[in-house]
């Protein structure tokens, strides 16, 4: 299967930062270096970025894009009328993908079995490297003044230090 991501959100005062790595990996052996698991929807209003097999990351990511623009850019809603669907198709059900959205309120985690998770913290990351990336951006977060989109830069860095799967070519959006 292929695999091999980081995803990285970080909110901070009324900005938020969603990066990714670009590393693809299949079993043991990159595919691609520079890969774009991130990308702004609805008008730039909206952030996502998808960790997981790349095939059902891409179908999840594409069925969540048409949720916010029926809903008009509503990111809650947007996200438990795709995770209802989710729960309910025989073939979504077995998609191993995971998002990270957002939008200048709220940032949320639709996870690969439907739900959809808010988290209680102002940092949260998916995939090979997340606990690494997340536990830097935790650290900056609260003991430096930089703003998201440097948390967001240095902890993934951070995370493609040390994870195999996660690479430096990073793509960072932010609102």
């Known amino acids: 299967m292929f695999k091999g991501t980081t995803i990285l959100a970080v909110r901070k005062g009324n900005k938020v930062a969603l990066g990714g790595d670009g590393q693809i990996t299949f079993e043991n052996m990159i595919m691609k270096q520079r890969a774009n698991k991130v990308r702004k929807l609805y008008r730039g209003k909206v952030l996502a970025g998808f960790a997981g097999a790349v095939a059902d990351a891409l179908t999840l ?40 959205v957002a939008d200048k309120e709220k940032t949320l985690l639709i996870s ?9 913290e102002d940092v949260i990351a998916i995939g090979s ?7 830097a951006a935790k650290a900056l977060r609260e003991n430096t003044d930089y703003e998201p989109r440097k948390i967001v830069e240095i902890s993934i860095n951070i995370a493609a230090s040390i994870c ?12």
């Open 112 to 120: 690969g079995s439907g739900d959809v998770i808010e988290p209680d």
């Open 129 to 135: 490297g997340a606990g690494y990336a997340q536990a």
């Open 61 to 100: 990511f594409e069925k969540f894009e048409k949720k916010i623009e029926q809903y008009q850019g509503n990111l809650q809603r947007g996200a438990l009328e795709l995770a209802k669907e989710w729960r309910q198709d025989k073939v979504l059900r077995r998609l191993e993908a995971l998002m990270i």
């Open 164 to 175: 195999v799967y996660t690479n430096n070519n990073i793509i960072v959006e932010e609102l």
